[in-house]
């Protein structure tokens, strides 16, 4: 079974425009020394609820891990090395870089404590998109962020923002293309996701827009050498995010940190447990817990930061995340984890979604077709199971 740790850094430089995800700008939080010490206190008091390891994967995402001091984040590795979970030559440890924000002696403290994969948020290389959606850098300070990481020879991966307003197919294929020419070896092309009424909002790409877009990035990806191994994720052979995978693959992994998702198998069909969303809660619950150990989600956490889940949640979560890979649902592994009526009740399923030419079926493996891709939300409504569906 592989094992990762996920560490969330929540400090930006400013608040991009589309972005709903847990972190402030650095001067609204509690500096980063202080919020490291909160992370030692949680490795403290969760490190036995999963079984000390070597790691397959380290995580740090945001946020902008790249903005704190180098050696905070080596601190994390080294604490986590200090109660068991220590690293190896091959453990995968992944930092998301925001371009502007990272210099050689930065990456030196990096290389020497084996971070080894950089997760670069390019976005686009227009610097009129950028400043529209309130980036903090420029293209030009992207590309020499590369130019650092080309010059080291080192792993790294891009994020691209597409659909957003007035962005033209011509100007997203220039996107594709510097990405390819500048070496990434990993791509995740995003489309913007914002709710209706957001500023954002208007001026978009319309639906058949946005899926020619996905269909460009798509076919200049893989004309280059890329291959789609998930709906939003493409790499050349080999260098698939090995951390992402845990969470596609039924894997558990602990999460740190604001808001931080962690999944156990401690429970029949596994648990999932999570940290508030507001740094003031999150402190508070932290501190309050100072000097104690956590057994249990179910004894240590009010009811909404946890699910101890059940059959038909764990079948919803497998099928969903087994049909976002191209390799699709294996039928071995439905039957590894569920009982034979569940296996021919989702088997009877998907041979009603390849009748509509949405999933296909090939050696033990169900997967999208490419209509399917187009329209994996009807495909994953239908693999979702309620209470009494089983
Ligand atoms: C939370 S960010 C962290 C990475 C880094 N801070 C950055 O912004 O480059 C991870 C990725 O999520 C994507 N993302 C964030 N908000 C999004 C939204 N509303 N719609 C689509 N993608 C989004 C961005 O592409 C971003 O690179
Ligand atoms: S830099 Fe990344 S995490 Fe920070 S606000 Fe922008 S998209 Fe969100």
Known sequence: MAFGVYVHIPYCIQRCTYCDFATYEQSKILPPDQYVELLFKEIRQKHRYYTPQSLDTIYFGGGTPSLIPAHLIVAIIKELGRFGYTTRPDTEI??????????????????????????????????????????????????????????????????????????????????????????????????????????????????????????????????????QYEISNFARPGFESRHNMLYWVDEPYWSLGLSAHSYSKESSWGTRYWNINSIGEYQKQILAFDGQEFTTPTHHLPKE??????????????????????????????????????????????????????????????????????????????????????
């Open 94 to 227: 992944t930092i998301e870089i925001n371009p502007a924000t990272i210099s050689e002696e930065k990456l030196k403290v990096y290389l020497d404590h084996g971070v080894n994969r950089f997760s670069v948020g390019a976005q686009t290389f227009d610097d009129r998109l950028l400043k529209m959606v309130n980036r903090e850098h420029s293209a030009k300070q992207t590309l020499q962020t590369l130019d650092l990481l080309r010059a080291h020879d080192l792993n790294f991966s891009f994020d691209i923002l597409f659909a957003l307003p007035s962005q033209t197919v011509a100007g997203l294929k220039n996107d594709v293309k510097i990405a390819i020419e500048q070496g990434a070896r990993h791509i995740s092309p995003y489309c913007l996701t914002v709710p209706d009424g957001h500023p954002l909002s208007k001026g978009r790409p319309v639906d058949d827009e946005q899926i020619e877009m996905f269909d460009i990035i798509a076919s200049e990806l893989t004309t280059n050498g890329f291959q």
């Open 305 to 390: 930061q946890y699910e101890v889940l059940e059959m038909h949640q764990a079948l919803t979560d497998f099928c969903h995340t087994s049909m976002r890979l191209m390799q699709g649902l294996k039928t071995e592994r439905l039957a590894q984890k569920f009982p034979l009526s569940v296996q021919e009740k989702v088997c009877g399923l998907l041979k009603g979604l390849e009748e509509k030419s949405w999933v296909r079926h090939d050696n033990g493996h169900w997967s999208l077709t490419r209509e399917g891709l187009v329209l994996s939300n009807k495909v994953f409504q239908e693999l979702t199971f309620l209470e009494g569906d089983l």
